[in-house]
Structures are given as structure tokens and as C-alpha cells.
């Protein structure tokens, strides 16, 4: 199972950074998009239905300069954001 070819398929979701869940349908990911259809960002959840991975492709450049994409893992033992 690749982690780009999710087995469970893909959705896609309008809103804004934070808008996905941290839990959803196991191997899938979801394609989050912006008011304006921009795509913003990638969730791929694993086969307990966890947050595995989140790909940002657009997102304020608070704390410095940011390449995009850029992926960010998650950390389920801290519950947050690695
Ligand atoms: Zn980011």
C-alpha cells in the first residue's frame, strides 16, 4: 500500500487549515481546498482510521519561511503535531 494511492480512495473537503479530523475512514485521504478551490492541504489517515500524515501546500508563514508542499507527521504518543 503506497501512501499516495490510499486503498480506502479519496475526498476532498472545503475550509481552512484545521478544518480536517485528526480520525477519519481508515487509508483514505482527504484533499482540503480553500474558498477559493485552492488546494491547501493533504491528510492521509492510516488503518486505525489516525491522522498519519498531513501535506500543507498553502498556510501563513508565521515562524519563518516554508517550503511548499512540506509534509508534517503525526505524533499520536504526544497528541500533536511533530
Ligand atoms: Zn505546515
Not at 480506502?8 to 483514505?28: A, D, F, V, Y
Not at 493533504?42 to 519563518?64: I, T
Request: proline content about 5%.
Amino acid at each position: 500500500m503506497g501512501m499516495c494511492k490510499p486503498s480506502g480512495g479519496k475526498m476532498s473537503q472545503t475550509g481552512r487549515i484545521g478544518s480536517l479530523k485528526k480520525e477519519g475512514m481508515p487509508n483514505t485521504r482527504i484533499d482540503l481546498f480553500n474558498e477559493n478551490g485552492e488546494l491547501i492541504q493533504q491528510r492521509w489517515y492510516g488503518p486505525d482510521g489516525r491522522a498519519v500524515l498531513n501535506r500543507d501546500w498553502k498556510h501563513s508563514k508565521k515562524g519563518g519561511e516554508h517550503k511548499f508542499p512540506h509534509n508534517h507527521f503525526e505524533c499520536w504518543l504526544q497528541s500533536s503535531l511533530c
